[in-house]
Nanobody, 114 residues
Framework: QAQLVESGGGLVQPGGSLRLSCAASVSICRINAMGWYRQAPGKQRELVARLTRTGVINYGDSVKGRFTISRDNAKNTVYLQMNSLKPADTAVYYC????????WGQGTQVTVSS
């Protein structure tokens, strides 16, 4: 079973930046789309960014213009650069394919607070 390991989260002040990484234990080069998801307390998990292997990128409206997704197939790693962070971005962030086909990892906590 493939493993996904997210890292890079932390506590940051509003307006700050973080870069998340997701390392996969399997090759991701043939996966059509990889995505970053987040789940805030009391809310459902939502897809915030996806990147297909052909380079098509989609963002959720709430993160458009602030977040950037990228992937390094050689390293089997997906990244999420998050800028201009807001308290509303506070959540546990996960990566997976879109649609999800792997077991969910533990995620990485992002807390945006002053």
């Amino acid at each position: 079973q493939a493993q996904l390991v997210e890292s890079g989260g932390g506590l940051v002040q509003p307006g700050g930046s973080l870069r998340l990484s997701c390392a996969a234990s399997v090759s991701i080069c043939r996966i059509n789309a990889m995505g970053w998801y987040r789940q805030a307390p009391g809310k459902q998990r939502e897809l915030v960014a996806r990147l297909t292997r052909t380079g098509v990128i989609n963002y959720g409206d709430s993160v458009k213009g602030r977040f950037t997704i990228s992937r390094d197939n050689a390293k089997n790693t997906v990244y999420l650069q998050m800028n201009s962070l807001k308290p509303a971005d506070t959540a546990v962030y996960y990566c997976n394919s879109d649609p999800p086909q792997f077991r969910w990892g533990q995620g990485t906590q992002v807390t945006v607070s002053s």
